[in-house]
């Protein structure tokens, strides 16, 4: 079945009709490489998109090494869907992309597109993931129905400039704008079971933004944040794996907790700190964020 635990801190678009940004991407070790066939290219080279990134993906050319291989389709409104899988799916990507999504019934749909190619490819069924963004104020209106919809999904991923433009609001530095929206997705994600993935910063060259919005990401219960730009990926990379201060806390807490517990002792102090269980529950997923991380 498609993996829900994989590594997806930093994931990287690249424009799937350039073969040659394709091979620089593979060779980054990034955790997600996303050939993008939507956003990232004009409509008059949908179709040499397509064959660049199955001709990416099947060549043997290039290594992706330990890299998720995603490709975005374009959203099932528009007609061109249905043709980037068939096309693209000899690939065998681990993933793919769906953007826009606002019914789960869409996901039906894509469900069972990503079904007849595996059986005609003879692969087993649901291995195929899939990664949602949420991007409209339909979308979100309908979260609890789309992260409830297939086995298949893995992933809910936030877009804030399309969320923006959908609610008809002004993108500001706070974001406040589209913060309910980036914490239903969140919420949704977590309640199934699904990672969630934050909205690319657009704030090229602005490192210190850039840090601010994945530590922000990180504060939410975000597992990573899209990049549109190689450049951003040590960023926000290592703002996901926490500091050395914030692990060698984390072990102390639950060492403290254990001892307590052996005690027979439930709440305790620590550090000027009342500490209960979820407080505990917290400071081991820092220590499983940076087990994660190596």
Do not use: W
């Amino acid at each position: 079945m498609a993996d829900r635990e994989r590594l997806r801190r930093a994931m990287l678009f690249t424009p799937g009709d350039d073969l040659k940004k394709i091979g620089k991407g593979a060779a980054l070790g990034v955790d997600a490489l996303i050939l993008d066939l939507e956003d990232g290219v004009g409509i008059d080279h949908k179709a040499l998109a397509r064959q660049t990134v199955t001709a990416a993906l099947t060549s043997g050319q290039l290594d992706f090494g330990r890299s998720e291989r995603i490709v975005r389709v374009n959203a099932l409104s528009t007609g061109l869907l249905a043709d980037d899988l068939t096309m693209t799916f000899p690939g065998r990507p681990d993933s793919y992309m769906i953007p826009k999504v606002e019914t789960a019934h869409e996901i039906f749909e894509i469900s069972d597109l990503l079904a007849l190619q595996e059986r005609r490819a003879g692969i087993e069924q649901g291995t195929t993931g899939l990664i949602v963004q949420i991007e409209t104020a339909r979308g979100v209106i309908n979260l609890r129905e789309i992260a409830d919809s297939d086995p298949r999904l893995v992933a809910l991923a936030f877009g804030a400039e399309d969320m923006a433009a959908s609610l008809g609001a002004i993108r500001t530095p706070e974001a406040m704008e589209v913060f309910y929206a980036r914490s239903a997705v969140v919420i949704h994600a977590a309640a199934h079971g699904l990672q969630a993935i934050d909205s690319p910063c657009v704030r090229l060259g602005d490192a210190e933004a850039l840090r601010a919005e994945t530590a922000r990401a990180v504060q939410m219960g975000y597992r990573g944040k899209q990049a549109i730009h190689p450049a951003q990926i040590e960023v926000i990379v290592e703002t996901f794996i926490p500091s050395a201060q914030e692990l060698d806390r984390a072990r102390r807490l639950v060492a403290a907790h254990d001892a307590h517990q052996a005690d027979g002792t439930g709440a305790f102090a620590f550090e000027g700190q009342m500490v209960d269980m979820p407080i505990v529950q917290a400071a081991r997923r820092v220590i499983a964020r940076a087990g994660q991380s190596g």
